[in-house]
């Protein structure tokens, strides 16, 4: 079975983006991101491209965090 795959920009890492939604949120960056990136491969890997099925208590429960 071949690898599905998605895309990320180079400059994501380092967008000031993270920065905001942090101080936003009370959030590390860190999480941020992994959140990002569990929404993202949630809405790529969905048989209805872009829906999101996943729950903020499988977020928190995925990073070990609370909700």
């Given at each position: 079975?071949a690898?599905?795959w998605?895309?990320?920009?180079?400059?994501?890492?380092?967008?000031?983006?993270?920065?905001t939604?942090a101080?936003?949120?009370g959030?590390p960056?860190?999480?941020?991101m992994?959140v990002?990136i569990?929404?993202l491969?949630?809405?790529?890997r969905?048989?209805t491209?872009?829906h999101?099925d996943v729950?903020?208590?499988?977020l928190?429960?995925?990073?070990?965090?609370?909700e």
């Amino acid at each position: 079975m071949a690898n599905a795959w998605l895309r990320l920009w180079h400059d994501m890492p380092n967008d000031p983006k993270w920065r905001t939604i942090a101080r936003v949120s009370g959030r590390p960056i860190a999480t941020v991101m992994a959140v990002y990136i569990h929404l993202l491969v949630s809405a790529s890997r969905n048989v209805t491209r872009g829906h999101i099925d996943v729950t903020t208590e499988d977020l928190a429960s995925a990073l070990d965090v609370t909700e």
